[in-house]
């Protein structure tokens, strides 16, 4: 029988996979666009939900639709007492991304949301699945250490709000903007792998909260959104800054990936990774003595990888600073991916909108490498 001649492009690397116009990256330059927009220019002027809204429904919001917006999402923070109570039934060592994706995925029974059609439908899954994935990150944090949730503080800004759920404290201001940059960095990043997950639910017409469950169990294998937790285990496995040199000569003799380095698209230093170390320096100066040392350590694996892998357009991306400045923040490392998470579901959501727009259900070929006419031999004479 014969195949077509097709050629396979492992991890479709270089496929494009949809027109887009949300994000923008030119790898080679380091720039990182939402809508046109430059993320430096985002992260100094707007806030997350500002950038949310633009992601979303495409430009920057008036007063009155930011307010309206804003509104919406504080209504809909609360969680139902019946997902709490589900959530105290999950297993206290489930890790906090399976929370997130069990109750993303059960949501979509409290709030049917068949119609994906219906353009209310759509704006309120939107505005609940933005405004409840916090207070499933905080609340599954503190059921897991045998807390109470907290109820969402409306008066406080979204950032400074999920702190609060988290740590029933108000952060300081610098704490406040670090975890708002903190998200819009995570927003949105063209077609990674969880936003491309999304785009393929999506196209199925499925509801936005088996899309949303879908991309988060995308997002949380290691070489997506877990590796900012693999960064701090190895900076902590390192040590001191000595040790650092050895550490990755060794991992790099055994061929073993450096956590927190490398990028199919940036060849340059991501430019989120240069946005957070500045913040990081920041917030380590204002807290002189405590993480230093893991900033310390971090710059210096990323002197050596430069040194040792420059030649291969190596260098650090979003996730090496984005672990150290949450650390810095004394956020639980289990928590990291699900504040990606947070972030990016607006870029799931902006996909999701734009998927639809021109939907055709995802179906790719393969190129087939198996046997044919194979006979069927009786279990008696198998080997
Ligand atoms: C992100 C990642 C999966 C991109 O992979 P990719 O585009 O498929 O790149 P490749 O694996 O083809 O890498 C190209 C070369 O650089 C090397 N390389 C890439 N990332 C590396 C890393 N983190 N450590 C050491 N070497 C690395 C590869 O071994 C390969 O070398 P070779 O050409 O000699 O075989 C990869 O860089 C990685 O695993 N990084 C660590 C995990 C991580 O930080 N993920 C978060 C991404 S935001």
Redesign the pocket.
């Known amino acids: 029988m014969e195949e077509r001649e097709l050629e396979v492009v492992p ?1 479709l ?1 270089g496929i494009p996979a949809a027109e887009s116009a949300i994000s923008f990256i030119d790898g080679e330059k380091g720039i990182l666009e939402y809508r046109g927009i430059p993320v430096e220019v985002l992260t100094e002027k707007s806030n997350f939900l500002e950038v949310s809204y633009l992601l979303i429904f495409g430009k920057l919001p008036t007063q009155e639709e930011v307010n309206k917006f804003k509104t919406d999402i504080n209504f809909h923070s609360r969680l139902k007492l019946k997902i709490v109570r589900m959530m105290e039934h999950l297993p206290e060592n489930g890790h906090p991304m399976e929370y997130l994706q069990s109750v993303s995925s059960a949501m979509g029974m409290y709030y049917p949301a068949k119609n994906v059609l219906d353009t209310d439908v759509r704006y309120w899954s939107i505005v609940r699945l933005i405004a409840k994935l916090p207070t499933i990150v905080a609340s599954s944090n503190r059921l897991r250490h045998g807390d109470a949730p907290l109820q969402p503080n409306n008066d406080l800004s979204f950032a400074a709000n999920f702190y609060y759920m988290l740590f029933e404290r108000v952060p300081d201001p610098l704490t406040e903007k670090i975890l708002d940059v903190m998200l819009i960095l995570h927003a949105d990043h063209t077609m990674n792998a969880s936003t491309f997950s999304a785009r393929v639910v999506g196209s199925t017409l499925a509801d936005p909260y088996t899309i949303v469950a879908s991309a988060i169990g995308t997002l949380s294998g ?3 959104g877990g ?1 900012n937790e ?2 701090i285990h190895m900076l902590e496995e390192i040590g001191s800054k000595e040790d650092v040199r050895p550490y990755i000569e060794k ?2 003799e055994k ?10 698209i940036y060849k340059t230093k ?1 430019p989120r990774a240069i946005i957070l170390q500045t913040f990081a320096h920041q917030l380590f100066e204002s807290n002189a003595s405590k993480k230093g040392k893991v900033l310390e350590i971090a710059e210096e694996v990323e002197k050596v ?1 430069h040194e040792k ?1 420059g030649h ?1 357009k ?1 260098y650090p ?4 600073y984005s672990g150290i400045v949450f650390q810095g923040l004394g956020i639980p490392t289990d928590l990291f991916t699900p504040i990606f998470a947070m972030g990016r579901v607006t870029g799931w959501l902006a996909h999701w909108l734009e998927q639809l727009k021109t939907n055709k259900i995802y179906r790719p070929d393969q190129k087939y490498i198996g046997l044919h006419n194979q006979p069927y031999i009786p279990i008696d004479d198998r080997n």
């Open positions: 991890g690397a290691p070489l997506h590796a693999e960064v991992k790099l061929k073993e990936k450096i956590m927190g380095v490398g990028h199919r991501d990888v892998l291969k190596i991306n979003v996730d090496f």
